[in-house]
């Protein structure tokens, strides 16, 4: 299973950065963030391909969106009142009032 850390993507979604090895779509990774948060990402589809100063490939991706989370596009739920909306994705839960 490859590493990877979070990414703000142009769309002001989130993905992964992964380093080494190009993930497939499908692929399963396991993000950790600066704080030692890790949690589990498939990838949808590798955005683009850099490398780092060491010369090692680091691959921007997009994730699967998971239930009840938006989706990188955007707010996917459809009550009227939610605090998720509220927030326009600052919350990674559907969360009422």
Same mark, same amino acid.
């Given at each position: 299973?490859?590493?990877?850390? @979070?990414?703000?993507?142009?769309?002001?979604?989130?993905?992964?950065?992964?380093?080494?090895?190009?993930? =497939? @779509?499908?692929?399963?990774?396991?993000?950790?963030?600066?704080?030692?948060?890790?949690? /589990? =990402?498939?990838?949808?589809?590798?955005?683009?391909? !850099?490398?780092?100063?060491?010369?090692?490939?680091?691959?921007?991706? *997009?994730? /699967?969106?998971?239930?009840?989370?938006? *989706?990188?596009?955007?707010?996917?739920?459809?009550? =009227?009142?939610?605090?998720?909306?509220?927030?326009?994705?600052?919350?990674?839960?559907?969360? @009422? !009032?």
């Amino acid at each position: 299973m490859n590493r990877a850390t @979070p990414a703000k993507l142009r769309n002001g979604g989130w993905g992964a950065r992964v380093t080494g090895q190009k993930p =497939e @779509p499908g692929d399963i990774v396991t993000v950790a963030s600066k704080t030692g948060k890790t949690w /589990v =990402e498939t990838i949808e589809r590798v955005i683009a391909t !850099f490398t780092n100063d060491d010369g090692t490939p680091v691959h921007l991706c *997009a994730v /699967v969106p998971k239930a009840g989370r938006a *989706a990188s596009s955007g707010c996917t739920c459809t009550c =009227e009142h939610c605090l998720h909306c509220a927030n326009r994705g600052g919350m990674s839960a559907h969360i @009422p !009032f």
